[in-house]
């Protein structure tokens, strides 16, 4: 029997909440979610248990992310081998073509004007109803808020999950200028990095996130990938997701894919790198006044250019004591 539970919505406490609302200037912005003591937007609230209760279909293939995992990167790669390398569909913008269904309580505020534009209702609405089959879907929600048709143990229903993982150490990194750039936040990074291993940044907690996913690799819909294998050789990763997929490439045409998921291309399609959101947002002048993108730098390693010895210490001691036993492990 299908039995859906009920999502319960808590203030944080006064230390935290002061904390990011300060960050991003707004009054209780942020609030926890349970199951999972999840931080997210307050604008949840409203759309989290229809994203629970809503149907899944076997022929979804879900592609699932903490934030700044490298995940546009990866969602960019899995639509075109789903879609047999329909690059004139690529064309058209990625977060409607699949889109995080949990979007509308992440574009809000100075973003609502181009989120109702777009979007047209809610990113739940949008899902449900308006996307082509077989429906390619995103989010950045750890396993316990997902749908639970997907919760399910009995199995009954099973689409496609991938999912992408990073060594959270350029994690927060990236996480950090992108809450900077889409969402005006405030701060310094070693607060940022505080509230990240406090458990308390938006999406949070996540090791939960992550191990949620990864005790999980071995369910054979789902397939788990990390950022550092698709760098150091997409070609590979590429033939995985395809066959995970169920769709046949030849060489030709992963090296034509590989191209167009080369960083130097991501970083200028426009269908993917969020400029024309952003400009709608805050003007065709926003970009000319800031050094930051959205995607940024697609390195390994670029945590070593943000964090003291003492903080890599600490997110390193973090680290061990949350993977241990596990078997993972990042660069």
Known sequence: MRTTPKLTFSKLDEDTGSKLDQMFEKKDCMVEINPGHVILPADYMTIGQEILDMEVLESDVWMLSYPRTGSTWAQEMVWLIGHDLDYEGAKSLQQIRCPLVELSCIMVDGHAEWHNESVRGSSVDLVKYRLPHPRYIRSHLPFDLLPIDILNEDGSVKPKMIYTSRNPKDMVVSYYHYCKLV?????????????????????????????????????????????????????????????????????????????????????????????????????????????????????????????????????????????????????
């Open 183 to 331: 969402h005006g936040l405030k701060g310094t990074f070693e607060d940022f990095c505080d509230l990240f291993m406090r458990d308390k940044a938006p999406f949070g907690p996540v090791w939960n996130h992550i191990l949620g996913f990864w005790n999980r690799r071995n369910d054979p819909n789902v397939l788990f990938i990390k950022f550092e294998e698709m760098k150091r050789d997409l070609p590979n990763v590429v033939r995985r997701t395809a066959k995970f997929l169920n769709k046949t490439l030849s060489d030709e045409d992963v090296y034509k894919l590989c191209d167009h998921l080369s960083f130097e291309n991501m970083k200028t399609n426009r269908a993917v790198n969020l400029e024309a959101i952003l400009e709608k947002s805050f003007g065709k002048n926003y970009l000319e006044q800031t050094s930051l993108r959205f995607i940024r730098k697609g390195e390994i390693g670029d945590w070593k250019n943000y964090m003291s010895d003492d903080l890599s210490r600490r997110f390193d001691d973090w680290a061990e004591k949350n993977l241990k036993g596990t078997e993972l492990s990042f660069e």
